[in-house]
Each structure stands twice: as C-alpha cells, then as structure tokens.
C-alpha cells in the first residue's frame, strides 16, 4: 500500500514538474501510436470494407483470417518485422531497426487487424439498401459507397478506438524493433519494464497511470467524434412504419 | 413513344424466374401501377426498371435508347422510392439535397429547391430536423421529397404506402396524387394495394408469379379481369366452379356445381374474347360490394340473379359489415351497418342474394 501511495506521489511530481524526459517519452508514444493506427486504418479499412461487402470466393477464409489477427502475439510480429528490417533481411538495406518507423511499421501490423476486423462487421450491419437508395438518387457507386461508411460510422469509430487500445499499451513488438534507447525509440511502456526491471517500482507505476490517463483522454476524444451522431437511429421509424404523431 | 418500355425482362434468383414480363411500358404524363400480391416478384421489377440491379434477359428502353444498369446518365432521369426507404444520418434537408449534391448542384441552387418541394409536402418546419426524430408519416414525406428533388423524368415507388397507418396512409396517398403528376413526367407505382392502384393509377398491371397476366385502365381491370387471379387481387371473391350451359355473345348461363349435384343457375358475363360453348367447366368471382340483399318476401322484380341464403355470420369491417351467407353456395356480402339494422340481419335469418349478371365475372376454369 505504501509502495503504491508512493507511487502517486510520484506520478503526481512527473505530472507537475513535466521533466522533459517524461514530455519526451510520451510524445514519442503518441506519435509512434498515433502514427501506428493511421497506418493501421490505411491498411485496416479497405480490407475490412472489400471483405464486409464484397462477394468472392473464399470470402469466409479472408474473415477468419482477419479475425485470427485478433489474437497475433506482438512479439511474433515484433519478430517478424525484426526480420525483415535486420541487416540481412530483405528490407536490411533502408536501416531501419531501431528507429521510431520500425515501432510504427510493427504496431500498424498489429492494429491493421483490429480495425480490418471491426470496419467488416460494421459496414456489414448496415442494411445494403443504403448503396441501392444512394444508386437510386443518382449517386456515383464511389459515393454510394461513401455513403454506407457514414452510415457505419459508429462500428467504423469503435474499429480506430479498438486499434489505438491495441498499439497504445503494447510493449512486446516495440521493445523488439525499436530497442528501448533513450532518446530515441524509448517510449511509456517500454519505459515501465525498464523502471520495473530497475526496482524503481514508484516510478514504473507513475508512467502506468500517466499511460492510462493519456490512453482515456484519447478515447474520450475519440468516443466524442464517434457518438456525435448516432446512425443507427436514423431513418429507424421509417424503416419500422412508426405512426405519424 | 413511351418514355420507358422493358422488352422480355427475365430476372432468376437461383433456380427460380422471379421476374417473367415479356411487355412493360410507361408513357410521358402516365401514371402505372403493378399491381400484385407479396411474393409476385415486384419488388425485384423494380430496382430491374430503376436500373440498379441487371436483368438476366431482356432490354429496357428510355425514350427509345437502350440502357442498362451502369448507364449513369439514363440512372440519373429516375428516382426511386423505396419500401422502407432508409433515410441517411444528418437532417431532413442534408437528405431531400442528395440526389442535387450527386448532380453537382450548387449550394444556392439546392436551398431553392429543397425549401420547395418542403413547402409543397408541408414539411418545411422540419427542414433543420435530425431524421432519427421523425413520425413515420414525416420519414415518408422526407423520402418523397429527396426522391423529386432531382425532378426525375420517371419516378418509381415500392410499396409508397406499406407502412404507415390507414389515417396517415389516406394523407400520404392525397400528396402523391398531388406531387407524382406536377414533379414528374411518368410514374410507375409498384404495390399489392389495390386501393393505391386505383386512386393514383391511369394504367394497371396486374402482375402474377412474375409475369404481368392484364394490363388496362382501372375500369377495365375491375370490370373485365382476365383472369379469376385478377378477379381476387382487385377485392373479388370466388363463388365457385360451374359448368356453361348457355352463352349468348359475352352473356354465359351457369349451372353451379354443389356437393349435393346441380346448384342454382347464374347469369354472368364472360372475359372479352372468351369461346364459352356449353359444357365448358367455369370459375366464378363477383364483388361483396356487388351483392345487394333483401328479405325472402320483399324480393323485388328484376334482379337477374336471386339465390336464397341464410346469414351464417356478420363481421363489422369499418363503417360496413361483411356477411357472410351460407346455402347452396357460400358468398360474402359487403354492405352498410345501417342496411344490417333495417333488415334486421342476423346469424340464421334467411335472405335472397340479389346480383345482377354484370356482377359474376365468369371464367374458364383452368
């Protein structure tokens, strides 16, 4: 209890004092993330949009792999990209190991799946009569399309917040690709196994909150956007032939 | 020339043929119904003539040109209505304003026509209304409106009125009359209602298992159905099987088969071009409306046809009261409460069914 009273303290004084080690640790977490989920829904979105809506051969398998991504270890990614961007992998020759990009590559892997996964079953719960209404008012298939992700828009939001959950707190893969330098590629949870590794518990703790703190004023923010409007309702006495009042 | 016009439209989903119109056409100022019952494939002709689902077979023509569904010009002279239109996420305007965003309309362009067209459906204080917070009747309006804003030359509509209530329904059909005939060169109605049919309809299909089995004007339909399928899906009923055993030009006597052997003989009219020749085994349908009923002494001369019944039940269906008559046959009268009181109708009193020949449509049985 005294260790963890201490711990307040502590993250209250990091807090308060803003060290600029700490400033740097956490803006080096936000960008590596922030820039990590971009990545992820630049990948992530589309293969959740074709597979949630297209009609192919082999469909079922493109979902379950989708789905299996749910459950990637992040070291094994963490591995894998190591692979490749190590000196004899393919990608050796662009140096990039070690480097905040190698973090961003390695967790835009882990939330492309996430975001792929969520972006299908959202745009899949919305009734295809939205494309067809869209058609039928003259519309492009391109913005009839447009039209039925802004009609997912809730799943679709949920999908960037489930992706930003799933890099923001994972330390396997960056600690891997990005190798923990101060200065450099140190970011909040590789941070906090060094501190625990240390014995500076107090301190290992203080980055805990201050992470959780910052990862629930990104979702706060997030979750505002998302829940600005609610699609699910609209339209929803229409469609049920509610009485005129 | 018809302004659209469907030739051998075949439309299969799996093995079945939903959609089996060999003919199909709507001309400029006209307005069509389809006419049939759920299942009918309906719903499937339309997104086939709104152009937003492809036909197996067949062609369909606007103004003589041939178009198909990625034709994005020919798409952009309809507008489709659907049977639960799904209105997007924003407000009532950002809706009625989409098909002119899809057109490229400018912003000062669009304000114009959606307050118009708010105006002429008397929805305009709803303009800024988010869409989730509308009455069913308002969701309708608001789907009516987006769909004229374009001012499409052919305007298509699923079941308009399917789902609201009878006293929003009347409303909603009273602003379709209004609107379809001002905004729009053509319409085409699809519905299983008869009474959107022939309320809103210059021309009626009557559309069976995919194909269309009549096509005419509303009187036509009513008074000479093709087919006893026609005959039920305008509100008649069927009276039975019979055999012919008289015809004079489209005049057929009927001797009606009871399970006792010989049932009454009837007078009926027969379907244009029908060969009736004596012996020829018939169905007949008439309309409850059509019946008129009268105490057994108090039958007047005149009546072509009389069949003595008795009342088996009364069932009140609004401001009339369907009765329903058992004896040598069974038939169903639609008449007014205040009729019921005067004769005094009730379960077991004997009456004389009074039909008049231009009331029993008789048909070849199949």
């Known amino acids: ?245 | 020339m018809s302004l659209l016009r469907a030739q051998g439209l075949r439309r299969r989903y799996g093995r079945r043929l939903v959609v089996d119109v060999d003919a199909l056409e709507v001309g400029r100022g006209e307005v069509l119904a389809v006419l049939g019952p759920n299942g009918a494939g309906k719903s499937t002709l339309f997104r086939l003539l709104l152009l937003v689902e492809a036909a197996d077979e067949g062609r369909i023509f606007l103004d003589g040109r041939e178009v198909r569904p990625g034709d994005r010009e020919a798409r952009r002279r309809l507008a489709g209505v659907f049977q639960r239109p799904y209105l997007f996420t924003g407000t009532v305007t950002d809706n009625v304003e989409y098909g002119l965003r899809a057109r490229g309309l400018k912003r000062r362009e669009r304000e114009a026509r959606v307050a118009e067209l708010l105006a002429l459906l008397g929805i305009e204080s709803l303009a800024r209304a988010p869409v989730n917070e509308l009455s069913g009747g308002e969701a309708q309006r608001v789907a009516l409106a987006r769909a004229l804003a374009p001012m499409p030359e052919l305007l298509l509509f699923d079941e308009p009125t399917a789902n609201l209530d009878v006293t929003v329904r009347r409303r909603f059909r009273e602003d379709l009359a209004r609107t379809i005939r001002t905004q729009a060169n053509a319409a085409i109605l699809i519905t299983h209602d008869p009474a959107d049919a022939f309320a809103l309809a210059d021309r009626i299909a009557v559309m069976e298992e995919g194909r269309i089995v009549q096509t005419g004007t509303p009187e036509e339909i009513v008074l000479r159905p093709a087919t006893p399928f026609v005959a039920a899906v305008t509100g008649a009923e069927l009276l039975g099987g019979g055999r012919v055993v008289a015809c004079e030009g489209e005049r057929v006597m009927v001797a009606m088969e009871i399970a006792r052997g010989a049932g009454p003989r009837l007078a009926g009219i027969a379907p244009d071009g029908a060969a009736l020749p004596p012996g020829t085994p018939v169905t007949v349908a008439y309309r409850p409306e059509e019946i008129a009923l009268a105490l057994p002494d108090e039958v007047e001369a005149g009546a072509c046809n009389r069949v003595p019944l008795r009342v088996a039940a009364l069932v009140p269906a609004g401001g009339m009261v369907r009765i329903r008559l058992e004896g040598d046959v069974s038939l169903t009268a639609l008449v007014a409460r205040h009729a019921v009181e005067v004769l005094g109708l009730e379960p077991g009193r004997e009456v004389v069914a009074r039909l008049e020949a231009s009331a029993l449509r008789v048909f070849p049985a199949r």
């Open chain 1, 1 to 245: 209890m005294e260790l963890f009273t201490q711990a307040l303290r502590e993250a209250a004084r990091l807090l308060f004092d803003l060290s600029p080690e700490l400033v740097d640790i956490v803006v080096r977490s936000l960008r590596v993330s922030g820039s990590a989920v971009l990545l992820g829904i630049l990948i992530g979105m589309p293969i959740g949009v074709a597979v949630g809506l297209g009609r192919f051969p082999g469909r079922q398998i493109a979902v379950a792999l989708i789905h299996t991504g749910f459950a990637l270890p992040p070291v094994v990614v963490g591995l894998f990209v190591y692979m490749f961007l190590s000196r004899s992998g393919p990608l050796g020759s662009l140096e990039l190991l070690f480097t905040p990009t190698a973090m961003i590559i390695a967790q835009a892997l882990l939330a492309a799946p996430y975001v792929a996964g969520i972006t299908l079953a959202a745009v899949q719960a919305v009734p295809p009569d939205v494309r067809l209404q869209a058609r039928a008012l003259g519309a492009s298939p391109l913005r009839a399309l447009w039209t039925h992700m802004r009609e997912a828009r809730l799943g679709i939001g949920a999908a960037v917040i489930a992706g930003f959950g799933a890099v923001i707190s994972e330390v396997g893969a960056v600690m891997m690709v990005g190798g923990n330098i101060l200065g450099e590629t140190r970011v909040m949870t590789t941070a906090i196994v060094l501190e625990t590794r240390r014995g500076n518990f107090a301190v290992a703790i203080a980055l805990g909150l201050v992470l959780l703190a910052i990862a629930f004023a990104v979702n706060l923010a997030l979750t505002r956007l998302q829940q600005g409007r609610r699609p699910g309702e609209v339209g929803g006495s229409a469609r049920e032939g509610k009485p005129a009042r």
